[in-house]
């Protein structure tokens, strides 16, 4: 899991080292500026942009370094009179020192033209959450259509360093060099595109911060005993699968089995169940009759438009049909239970406007998980995921346009649904079917992908 900070939690990180272990600040703006410019190309040319707080700090402790190597650097400040204090005051003096010049133009565009070789933007780190304005704001426009590379410090300026969505003019940068953790606009779409390459330059910090967003890598599933039998693997139950709508129960039993669930039973509308059963030979296809087999370990009901849900103790995952108007709240508080809504059945079953903006999908998640012990996905472009009684969100990075094909959403409930009758506890096994579904796709072309293809990339990409 990597964790992506708000600008709150990693200012707590910083005081931690600065006033709790007695690093001077400055000893982390020296390893800051070492670390970004290792990221530059050698030998070329460097034109810093230094703002008007500690962002404009790493800026010129970045331009001394990049002196002492001998490259040719030039320092330009938007204000005329920065106003620098403290560890940037001291910066701007080191460089003063080295016989360095602070310049300033009113017309950015203007003095960019004749620049060769790099851009490193100091304008403004994590102390800023609104729009540009003023000379900022002019200088980063002026950056944005010089097509020069740029190096970022810690976030491209204009971003809010706490959320997805960019409030205004950003600098949209070659490379991010993001210090110590990431924050929220190093992981989150939109922000996240506009900081190009990032690297993580590790100085002095907690490693392990406290961070109430946190960003899925590959899962780690637990090992197959050699001597294991389909017994040990468990037995998925899907109700899924009517007339017109029976390639849902199809993709849904695929899902289980291509993630190694022992048994699959699909109970489906008996108009389809000839048809089901000719299509997944390795599941057993029975009609529904209103009851569940004794031996099921995890429950599946909704693809193919069926909106009953029987009754049923055990763990429980819903999709589609099954996420009826107004239930959320309900099946939130019904331990042992993940429901996987893409925004607009999110929107039905909370009876909430419909989420659009990432900003919004994570306010939302948040607030309909908040202490419940059931399990949220709420899918899309990086889906979110909430609840199991834990704090913190999760975010699944992987996947891309190519999953949005009817079909997907059913391949991936069969998925939660294989994982958990494994044994994961409900969040992980939601946590690894986002995962691997989006991973099987990130192996394929972008464009007329198929739910089926997507299953057929799963064993291999299972054994890593
Ligand atoms: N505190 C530390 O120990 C460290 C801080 N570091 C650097 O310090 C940065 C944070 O420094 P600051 O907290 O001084 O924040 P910034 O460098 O982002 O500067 C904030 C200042 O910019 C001005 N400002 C804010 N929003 C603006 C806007 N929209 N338009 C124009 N001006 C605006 C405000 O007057 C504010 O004083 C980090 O991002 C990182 O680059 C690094 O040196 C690592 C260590
Ligand atoms: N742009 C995208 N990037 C990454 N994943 C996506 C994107 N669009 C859709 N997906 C994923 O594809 C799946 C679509 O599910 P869903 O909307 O339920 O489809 P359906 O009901 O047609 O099967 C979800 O897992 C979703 O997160
Ligand atoms: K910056």
Avoid: Y
Avoid at 215 to 242: N, Q
Avoid at 307 to 317: A, C, S
Avoid at 397 to 408: E, F, K, V
């Amino acid at each position: 899991m990597i964790p992506l900070l708000t600008a709150d939690e990693m200012r707590v990180v910083e005081r931690q080292a600065i006033e709790g272990w007695g690093v001077p600040s400055l000893v982390l703006q020296e390893h800051a500026a070492l670390g970004a410019l290792a990221l530059l190309p050698p030998g070329q040319p460097v034109h810093v942009l230094a703002g008007p707080g500690n962002n404009g700090g790493d800026a010129l402790a970045l331009a001394r370094l990049a002196r002492l190597e001998g490259r040719e650097v030039s320092v330009w400040s938007p204000s005329a009179q920065p106003g620098w204090r403290g560890d940037a005051a001291h910066q701007a003096r080191l460089w003063k020192g080295l016989g360095g010049e602070i310049r300033t133009s009113t017309a950015p565009a203007e003095a960019m033209a004749v620049w060769r070789g790099w851009v490193v933007d100091g304008l403004l780190g994590l102390g800023t959450t609104r729009p540009l304005e003023g000379a900022a704001l002019a200088w980063v426009r002026a950056l944005n259509a010089s097509g020069l590379p740029v190096l970022a410090l810690d976030l491209p300026s204009g971003l809010d360093p706490s959320a997805a969505e960019i409030p205004g003019e950003a600098v949209r940068a070659t490379r991010t060099a993001c210090f110590g953790h990431r924050k929220v606009c190093h992981g989150l779409m939109p922000a996240r595109e506009a900081c190009g390459d990032i690297t993580v330059v590790p100085i002095p910090l907690d490693r392990a911060p406290r961070a109430a967003l946190q960003l899925l890598e590959r899962p780690i599933l637990p090992p197959r005993a050699w001597d294991a039998h389909k017994g040990s693997f468990g037995h998925v139950v899907i109700r899924a699968g009517s007339l017109g709508m029976s390639g849902a129960a199809v993709l849904s039993a695929l899902g289980a089995l291509r993630v190694g669930a022992g048994l699959v039973t699909v109970l489906t509308d008996p108009e389809v169940r000839a048809e089901v059963a000719a299509q997944v030979p390795e599941a057993m296809v029975r009609p529904w009759q209103g009851t569940l087999p004794a031996e099921a370990d995890v429950l599946l009901v909704g693809p193919g438009g069926i909106d009953q849900v029987p009754d049923w103790e055990g763990p429980l995952v819903l999709d589609a049909s099954a996420l009826k108007e107004g239930e959320g709240k309900r099946w939130m508080e019904r331990p042992g239970t993940a429901i996987t809504p893409h925004p607009g059945e999110f929107a039905r079953l909370f009876r909430l406007p419909r989420p659009m903006l990432m900003d919004e999908r994570l306010a939302q998640a948040r607030q309909v998980s908040t202490g419940k012990p059931g399990v949220l996905l709420l899918k899309g472009a990086q889906s979110v995921l909430a609840g199991g009684a834990r704090e913190e969100l999760w975010i699944n990075p992987t996947g891309h346009p190519g999953l949005a094909t009817g079909g997907s959403g059913d391949l991936l409930a069969g998925m939660v649904a294989g994982f958990r009758a494994q044994g994961l506890p409900m969040r992980e096994a939601v946590a690894a079917a986002a995962w691997f579904h989006g991973a099987a796709a990130d192996r394929l072309p972008g464009a007329g992908l198929l739910p089926r293809d997507l299953a057929d990339q799963l064993p291999e990409l299972l054994r890593g």
